[in-house]
């Protein structure tokens, strides 16, 4: 069983364990859960948009912690404040040392929020509006075609958008009507090296109406400026910020770096 798979057994448990705690009907009480969705297509396609969606991430299974200690507010705030397009926010508590508070603290932000986590239930989807998410990930590597699109197509009746995130070539059947954003994780999740050219292939293949996103593995201006070229309008950026003494700092002077170049 590879990390992929043990995530997603470990997620379903934790998904019927949430539904034993907290109801739909109680979820769907929330502010967050009536509050208005913000777009991420719109903020992606914005003229002068950076297209970074910078992301708070405290540790991944390959590398163990990251950034600890790192504070939510403090860091997604200055993110927002120097310019990212989105934000995204990991609520795995187990693999990733995230949680649903992150990102509740994280909505002090008027910018639309990714919930970054393994999405297999339409509980979950009720479970990121109620916390103030706008966006949700569907990965194909731990859904089927047909799960991928019902549960793209429930997310669009709360008003929430859908990043489809794939991996391999094989994935490209995934994409559908319902899934108007397509990220490529340069990162194989199984063995979780990183090859961009193989991103830029894959690419090729996606639907012209689609919007992409490149992930994972971003660390420099050229990165972008090379996803831009083939079409790519998001870079979903994380581990790179996070990694630095000052996250805040490193993301305000990637962006000046990056707005000299555009």
Excluded: W
């Excluded at 649903?100 to 509980?123: G, M, Q, S, T, W």
């Excluded at 859908?162 to 194989?188: F, M, P, S, W, Y």
């Excluded at 831009?228 to 805040?248: A, T, V």
């Amino acid at each position: 069983m590879n990390i992929l798979d043990t995530i997603i057994e470990h997620k379903r448990k934790e998904v019927a364990e949430r539904k034993a705690h907290t109801s739909v009907e109680q979820l769907e009480q929330t502010e967050a859960f009536r509050a208005p969705v913000r777009s991420l297509a719109a903020s992606l396609l914005a003229p002068g948009s950076t297209g970074i969606i910078a992301e708070f991430k405290r540790k991944s299974p390959s590398k163990g912690f990251i950034n600890k200690d790192a504070d939510v507010a403090v860091i997604t705030g200055a993110y927002t404040r120097f310019g990212a397009a989105a934000l995204s926010v990991l609520t795995d508590e187990t693999f990733f040392g995230g949680s649903v508070a992150d990102l509740e603290k994280a909505r002090k932000n008027d910018i639309p929020i990714l919930r970054k986590d393994f999405i297999v239930d339409e509980y979950q989807i009720v479970e990121a509006k109620s916390i103030g998410a706008d966006i949700i990930l569907l990965i194909a590597a731990c859904l089927t075609p047909a799960e991928v699109e019902r549960l793209a197509v429930f997310a669009g009746s709360l008003g929430l958008e859908t990043i489809l995130e794939l991996h391999a070539e094989e994935e490209l059947e995934h994409v559908c009507a319902a899934t108007k954003i397509v990220g490529i994780n340069n990162r194989d999740l199984k063995t979780f090296s990183v090859d961009i050219e193989r991103s830029l292939k894959m690419a090729e293949q996606i639907p012209a109406d689609k919007i992409k996103i490149a992930e994972s593995g971003i660390d420099k201006i050229d990165d972008i400026l090379l996803f831009r070229k083939n079409g790519f309008k998001g870079f979903l950026i994380g581990e790179y910020f996070m990694k630095q003494e000052n996250p805040p700092l490193a993301f305000e002077n990637f962006v000046i770096q990056l707005q000299a170049q555009q």
